[in-house]
T-cell receptor, first 110, second 111 residues
């Protein structure tokens, strides 16, 4: 499996704060994704990147931004956090048709 | 846009029994994948189906892709406590394209 790491693993923040979630991978995969998971809604795609110069919006990109600093790093930012962004966030890489997920970041916005 | 629905949302199964979870797409898919997420864990790839009518088995798990490539099923025989978790299907339109995930079926096993 791809070695996909996410930091922080847990985060509590207040409404209006800017926060960044980071994702790193060591397997050299070009494609990276950010998802959020809410109970009963599965995984919803926020942003994805097919290489360093490529950034694409997913189905729920409003309120989020991303940065692909290098092939190995893909960061997700919440410019002004709001309570309904409380969720479990997953980063994933892709090799071939298979996606490899990081351990997730649990975010609570108060 | 593309939608992928899974039923049931929850499945309570007696240990040793069989069950099936279903996945339906609003559009024809190029391939469908299944992932398993253990409680507190992250989704892990199980299998990919590409051909119309394809059937694949992994021990007690049988995966099927519909003839029209718009639906899929996962059948587990003789359920064990290790089968606990949420099973997601994910469909893609076109090779190498992004995946659309279903809402998942959360499986609880009664010993």
């Amino acid at each position: 499996d791809a070695d996909v790491t996410q930091t922080p693993r847990n985060r509590i923040t207040k409404t209006g704060k800017r926060i960044m979630l980071e994702c790193s991978q060591t397997k050299g995969h070009d494609r990276m994704y950010w998802y959020r998971q809410d109970p009963g809604l599965g995984l919803r795609l926020i942003y994805y990147s097919f290489d360093v110069k490529d950034i694409n919006k997913g189905e729920i990109s409003d309120g989020y931004s991303v940065s692909r600093q290098a092939q190995a790093k893909f960061s997700l930012s919440l410019e002004s956090a709001i309570p309904n962004q409380t969720a479990l966030y997953f980063c994933a890489t892709q090799l071939g048709e298979t996606q490899y997920f990081g351990p997730g970041t649990r975010l609570l916005v108060l | 846009g593309q939608q992928v629905m899974q039923i049931p949302q929850y499945q309570h199964v007696q240990e040793g029994e069989d069950f099936t979870t279903y996945c339906n797409s609003s559009t024809t898919l190029s391939n469908i994948q299944w992932y398993k997420q253990r409680p507190g864990g992250h989704p892990v790839f199980l299998i990919q189906l590409v051909k119309s009518g394809e059937v694949k088995k992994q021990k007690r798990l049988t995966f099927q892709f519909g003839e029209a490539k718009k639906n899929s099923s996962l059948h587990i025989t003789a359920t064990q406590t290790t089968d606990v978790g949420t099973y997601f299907c994910a469909g893609a339109r076109g090779t190498g394209n992004k995946l659309t995930f279903g809402g998942g079926t959360r499986v609880l096993v009664k010993p």
